[in-house]
């Protein structure tokens, strides 16, 4: 039980900004929202992760709505290297639970 | 090191073989997690190590499976008579603490094949 609901697919133009939605409706308050990415043949990447407030680095940026039951990773301008699985994973902010869960995630393809 | 390093990269072996993986996390990083993913498919949690405590091996698939850890460095996750459905790419994941306010940083995996 992966606990996250994503969209099999999306398609985005190179440049254009990407949105990729999550929806965890069962989070608890004290469980994070977590984002990876898996580019063909390598291991998943750390993204971004976040609590209740938006957040944003040099990779993205991850708005939560403000219940919590659904964020939004953002890539800015997307390049055909974004082309990536990325993976929504909510997980509690104590050490009591031992693994990430990854679903089957958002094959985002940017096409040029 | 700068990153998890695992090997070998890829592996063949005949089925009834064992094998055994190795994974260097980053140094200092407590926690290590294995993972295993099949061809296409998502990511499936294996066996988790935190510090000098009892691992989390609720996710091994049969006894066949084991992995250690010797305090807070390499693991290794032996695979005994492997079948063909063993077949995946190996992941091995640490990050500092297990605490959910680190990033966890991923290997790039082995890749095994049973033949």
């Known amino acids: 039980d992966a606990k996250t609901t994503q969209p099999p697919s999306m398609d985005c133009a190179e440049g254009r900004a990407a949105n990729l939605p999550c929806n965890h409706s069962?989070?608890?308050?004290?469980?994070?929202v977590y984002w990876y990415r898996q580019i063909h043949s390598q291991g998943p990447q750390y993204i971004i992760h976040g609590l209740k407030n938006n957040e944003t680095n040099e990779m993205a940026s991850l708005i939560i709505t403000e219940d919590r039951k659904s964020s939004t990773l953002i890539l800015p301008h997307a390049t055909l290297r974004d082309t990536a699985v990325y993976y929504c994973?909510?997980?509690?902010?104590?050490?009591?639970?031992?693994?990430?869960?990854f679903g089957s995630g958002t094959q985002l393809t940017v096409l040029p | 090191g700068a990153g998890v390093s695992q090997s070998p990269s890829n592996k063949v072996t005949e089925k009834g073989k064992d094998v055994e993986l190795r994974c260097d996390p980053i140094s200092g990083h407590t926690a290590l997690y294995w993972y295993r993913q099949r061809l296409g498919q998502g990511l499936e949690f294996l066996i988790y190590?935190?510090?000098?405590?009892?691992?989390?091996k609720s996710g091994l698939p049969s006894d066949r499976f084991s992995a250690e850890r010797t305090g807070e460095s390499v693991s290794t996750l032996t695979i005994q008579r492997t079948q063909q459905e063993d077949s995946a790419v190996y992941l091995c994941?640490?990050?500092?603490?297990?605490?959910?306010?680190?990033?966890?940083?991923f290997g790039s995996g082995t890749r095994l094949t049973v033949v």
């Open positions: 994941a640490s990050s500092f603490r297990g605490r959910a306010n680190y990033g966890y940083t």
């Open positions: 994973i909510v997980r509690p902010v104590s050490g009591s639970a031992r693994q990430l869960t």
């Open positions: 069962t989070i608890s308050g004290n469980e994070y």
């Open positions: 190590f935190q510090g000098n405590s009892a691992p989390d």
